[in-house]
């Protein structure tokens, strides 16, 4: 049985789920991380208010793709929230470019990268999974397809984000922070990257995936890490489970590090004993590189069973269903400081 006294009921949201105040709570050894179903999980603290976005679509039947769009939009429409969506702080140009993907039960799979003026990134993506026959489109090319789809082309560097923008420009260096996306809604730290990632599997047992970012702060123009790229920061097999990832998204790429996790559940694989098999990879591979750098995978399967794990402490994740709502969990890590 789940154990209850390891983990800390938040009030329920607002309806707008525009304010709540986390409690984190920590995976313990003796955690069954079994969840019964419908279920959604994401990463980070903003994964609370986006869980409950796509609880309200789970828990009347809907499809799990539904749901994880739906989920993926408030980080987007935050204008509180710097490293996903239409306050996302800029490139090293002043630019606002937005990644994201987007996969569902049938295989089927859609991304942007490198998108400016649309807020909704995620929408995009499943856009040119239902309506191309690509998988990704990307600058210009994403932002036509969108606009020809209706939704509306608009300014997205906010006068918060140009400010921070401004004040880096007078050092214009970049050098990731571990957990700074965290830090930086937990505290109102300056700078933040980073993404949400959302897994959900429906009453139906069918499992999709979303994820979502405006990627590493004041990056090179152009530049596209792990979210908008199937196998790197979203995998979605349906006979299996599904993995995300969060961090230094170049690390991700380089081991496809969601397809890993996924692979690694097929064959037996808890979902927190793959993603701790997929930090390590990323480790073995640049052991003194990982010193210095975040990256941290979720991942559930068909079971229900949910597992996070990350290269250093500070990984968070939320999760809601029947039982959870408004639970917001620590993620273990290979190095503790």
Excluded at 155 to 162: G, I, K
Excluded at 280 to 291: C, V
Aim: charge should be positive; include cysteine; hydrophobic fraction near 40%.
């Amino acid at each position: 049985m789940y154990n209850r006294r390891k983990f800390i009921k938040l009030s329920a949201l607002s309806a707008s789920l525009a304010t709540f105040i986390p409690r984190m709570v920590k995976a313990g050894s003796d955690d069954i991380t079994t969840s019964s179903l419908p279920v959604v999980i994401s990463t980070w603290d903003f994964g609370i208010a986006a869980n409950a976005a796509a609880w309200e679509v789970l828990k009347k039947g809907g499809r799990a793709l539904d749901a994880v769009e739906a989920g993926a939009k408030i980080p987007e429409a935050d204008l509180k929230n710097h490293s996903v969506g239409r306050a996302g702080y800029p490139d090293r140009d002043g630019i606002v470019t937005l990644d994201a993907c987007i996969m569902d039960e049938f295989g089927n799979c859609g991304s942007v990268a490198a998108m400016e003026d649309i807020a909704h990134p995620i929408s995009v993506a499943r856009m040119v999974m239902e309506k191309t026959p690509h998988v990704m489109l990307a600058g210009d090319g994403a932002r036509q397809f969108a606009i020809q789809n209706g939704l509306h082309k608009e300014h997205l560097l906010t006068p918060e984000s140009e400010k921070a923008w401004k004040e880096w420009l007078k050092k214009a260096e970049y050098k990731p922070v571990i957990n700074i996306e965290n830090q930086q809604h937990m505290r109102g730290d300056k700078y933040n990257h980073d993404t949400i990632g959302m897994l959900a599997i429906d009453s139906k047992g069918n499992i999709s995936g979303a994820c979502t970012t405006s990627g590493m702060a004041f990056k090179m123009h152009g530049r596209v890490g792990d979210s908008p790229i199937i196998g790197a920061g979203l995998y979605v097999d349906n006979e299996v489970g599904g993995a995300t990832s969060t961090g230094v998204g170049e690390e991700v790429i380089r081991n496809v590090g969601s397809f890993l996790v996924v692979e690694l559940m097929r064959r037996g694989y808890h979902p927190e004993e793959a993603c701790r098999e997929a930090v390590n990879r990323i480790i073995k591979k640049k052991p003194q590189t990982a010193k210095d750098i975040q990256v941290g995978f979720l991942a559930i399967n068909k079971k229900g069973e949910y597992g996070a794990y990350a290269i250093q402490k500070g990984f968070s994740f939320a999760v809601c269903n029947k039982e959870k709502q408004d639970i917001l969990i620590k993620g273990k890590s290979i190095y503790s400081s």
